[in-house]
């Protein structure tokens, strides 16, 4: 029987300003990060990273408008959604696909902890290996950096931002806004 892979979300919100929020299914929650200028496929450039607060593994479902009053209101689209494998670097620059998935949780889970996590997303817009890593001694604590490893699907001058269209329902930002009315 093949195992249920973990699942990723990044779901575009325009809050107080416009971010992606990036959230990996590990342990049963989705710990989440806000990257402000969206998640590329180009590998030469780093994605600033804020962890926040773990989310629910259902809310990777929700795409609509936040009411106002809320934490985070506004409107909420899913981005990108899929699968991902956790990896570990067996050598620099040589990363190891973990199939397992109670296997691959723990690698992640202990990753979290130690502020690096690798692994490769199976997206309708994002593909290939990443990793996220916490900027130890410079920036905010809650700072992170998301990186696009060097493979098959690196994209130079990949901007999220270019790819305005829900991977569940189509639609833009503006068209999930304009049909919850407040």
């Given at each position: ?94 990363r190891k696909a973990i199939e397992d998935r109670a296997e691959g949780e723990k690698v992640m889970e202990e990753g979290l902890k130690k502020g690096e996590i690798k692994f490769f997303l199976e997206g ?59």
């Amino acid at each position: 029987m093949k195992m249920k892979k973990l699942v990723f979300v990044i779901q575009k919100h325009e809050a107080t300003s416009l971010h992606y929020d990036f959230r990996l299914e590990i342990g049963g929650v989705m710990p989440s990060w806000a990257i402000p200028k969206g998640p590329t496929l180009d590998n030469t450039k780093k994605r600033l990273a804020m962890i926040t607060t773990d989310h629910d593994l259902e809310y990777r479902k929700f795409e609509g408008v936040l009411p106002e009053g809320s934490y985070g209101a506004g409107p909420v689209m899913i981005w990108d959604e899929g699968t991902y494998i956790p990896e570990i670097e067996i050598s620099k620059g040589v990363r190891k696909a973990i199939e397992d998935r109670a296997e691959g949780e723990k690698v992640m889970e202990e990753g979290l902890k130690k502020g690096e996590i690798k692994f490769f997303l199976e997206g309708e817009k994002l593909k290939g290996s990443f990793a996220l890593v916490k900027t130890h001694g410079f920036g905010p604590k809650n700072a992170w950096l998301l990186i696009k490893h060097n493979d098959e699907f690196v994209e130079r001058d990949y901007d999220a931002n270019d790819y305005s269209k829900s991977a569940k329902s189509g639609k833009s930002i503006e068209q999930i806004k304009s049909s919850h009315h407040t």
